[in-house]
């Protein structure tokens, strides 16, 4: 199995579809940070890791609720299970299958093996909910703490023996991010930025694309802070949102040009778009 070394202690699973897993080595324990779409992969990946470091499971930490984190939940349900306890109801939704298919279908655009990856996943709620902060490991190594941003139920672990940071989808690397959730919450995000620009990290893992450094963290508050504005200044001259989405002053930012716009970007657009007031 293909998996990437960070550091001595950390290795990351890196996801094309669904997000990424990542797997900390504690002094006598393996905790894993969030699970991807597919529950057999999550299963190899926790196999090769418990083979590697010659140490067991203990833990599985999820940095949101958001479905393309989780499904793969099912590799671990004999750990103790971290999350939010904002993300509660998401995560009761997906457990007692009460997901409509009309849901899944709209998935499928961005995830094009929801489907199946559903059907096989064997779901069960976390067991450790969260509502501030958590430290995990002997020496309490590593800090679990919860955010709101991208969504309300959003966190960051981080493990300071190699200050390296998880950010789930408060960083998605080189890709158009998502934004669009009822919960989303540009002030909080944009200060967990601004928090992580000034803090002694080594590495930040995201939950979608691969190792980064600080300075990707700045490039990504300054593309959300111009976008407030931007969205600010088109409010006030009245632009209508089937205009806005047909912009693209919105396709400059910190990913690669080749990267797809798709509709859940625009989706984001219009949600913020309304979230605004007229004066900004
Ligand atoms: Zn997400």
């Not at 020496?139 to 950010?167: A, M, N, W």
Request: hydrophobic share 40%; glycine share 6%.
């Amino acid at each position: 199995m293909k998996y990437e070394q960070v550091t001595d202690s950390i290795a990351l699973l890196k996801m094309n579809q669904g997000s990424n897993v990542a797997c900390v080595a504690l002094e006598d324990e393996l905790i894993f940070i969030d699970t991807g779409l597919n529950t057999i992969v999550a299963k190899e990946f926790r196999k090769t890791m418990e083979k590697k470091y010659n140490k067991k499971a203990s833990t599985l930490i999820l940095t949101h609720g958001h479905i393309d984190h989780f499904l793969g939940l099912g590799a671990f349900s004999d750990c103790k299970v971290v999350a939010a306890s904002f993300g509660k109801p998401r995560f009761e939704r997906f457990v007692a299958q009460e997901v409509p298919e009309s849901f899944l279908d709209g998935m499928s655009s961005v995830f094009p093996s929801i489907k199946v990856e559903y059907a096989i996943s064997e779901l069960s709620m976390p067991n450790m909910w969260v509502k501030e902060r958590k430290t995990c490991g002997k020496k309490q190594e590593l800090t679990f703490q919860v955010i709101g941003g991208h969504s309300e139920c959003s966190s960051s672990i981080f493990y300071s023996p190699d200050r390296v940071l998880f950010v789930g989808d408060l960083i998605q690397a080189d890709v158009y991010p998502y934004f669009g959730e009822p919960d989303t919450d540009m002030n909080k995000w944009i200060n967990a930025l601004k928090d992580w620009e000034e803090q002694d990290i080594q590495f930040i893992l995201p939950g979608h694309g691969g190792v980064l450094t600080r300075n990707y963290v700045s490039k990504v508050r300054i593309y959300l802070e111009n976008l407030i504005k931007t969205l600010s200044e088109f409010k006030s001259e009245g632009i209508s949102e089937e205009e806005l989405v047909k912009l693209d002053v919105f396709d400059e930012g910190y990913w690669p040009k080749k990267a797809t716009r798709k509709p859940a970007f625009n989706f984001s657009l219009v949600n913020l778009y309304r979230s605004l007031n007229n004066s900004g």
